[in-house]
């Protein structure tokens, strides 16, 4: 049964602990859901992107048709994307060139979150340098941060993408004035929307925007041993902002996460208290491996082609 009721803890306790699961150590007896069911059963669903409904070159098998007939029959959907180098504008007009038409208003990004998150930390008008695309520069800026060149002073790095920027050069002058900074003892605000590792890329995988904060944080942890606390804070999934925002649009729990990525898809629903289904069209293979029963998620999917 799909979980209704809002929750406002972060860490949900594992499946195993959960009454009717087998308490092993993994789980591979997941059961198999169709998009038909899923549908009739769910009010709301979420779609992860990369993986799921489109990668760099194209979309999967069955997404244009499901896309078309979730607007025909006006079933509520929203993407969650960790995205953060393409505003909503942008990345729903590189979906019509897909074939997929859907709104601005129903894509979530990482990059979005980053306006509630400068609100929170106090960080209107701060000095923020941005590695990333324009639309990375453009998400800042509507947060409140002011841009600043690569060789400006700054009092935040914003990390919005792995592309838009010359990488070496670029991560090299940001990390010396970086250190720098914390040479003298000063504050320095790190900021990264999309917490992903790698995207699929055609038929292998590419860099996501979390590998350079893994670079910017090995070498914080090499030179500032004794400083654990200097890491990026992550936005999106799989912690929760991103899913309080699709709440706060749907108003309902009866929602169901779809996505390709234990880590991100399938542990922020977990933990956000709202079913899930992992999807074999991307990162994950849930054939091919055996799955943690702290990440097992409710259903599995073959692909998004009716009857699959």
Known sequence: MPNTNRRKVVQSEPNSRRPGVCNTDFMTDIPDIKIDQLIDQYDVLLFDSYGVLAGSTGTFPGAVDLVNHLNDIQKPYFILTNDASALPETRSQKYAVFGLIVKADQIITSGSLLKSHFKAMGLNGTRCVVLGTEDSARYTEQAGGTVVGLNDHFDTIVIGDQSGFPFVEAVDAVMTSLFHRLDKGEHTNLIMPNPDLIYPEGDGFGMASASVGLIFEAALNLRYPERPELTFTRLGKPHP?????????????????????????????????????????????????????????????HSLEPGT
């Open 241 to 301: 902002a991103i899913y309080e925002e699709a709440f706060s649009r749907s108003g309902t729990m009866k929602m169901a996460m779809i996505g390709d990525q234990l880590e991100t898809d399938i542990k922020g629903a977990i933990d956000f208290g709202i079913d899930s289904v992992l999807v074999n069209t991307g990162i994950t293979n849930a054939d091919a491996r055996n799955i943690p029963d702290a990440l097992r998620p409710t259903y599995r999917m």
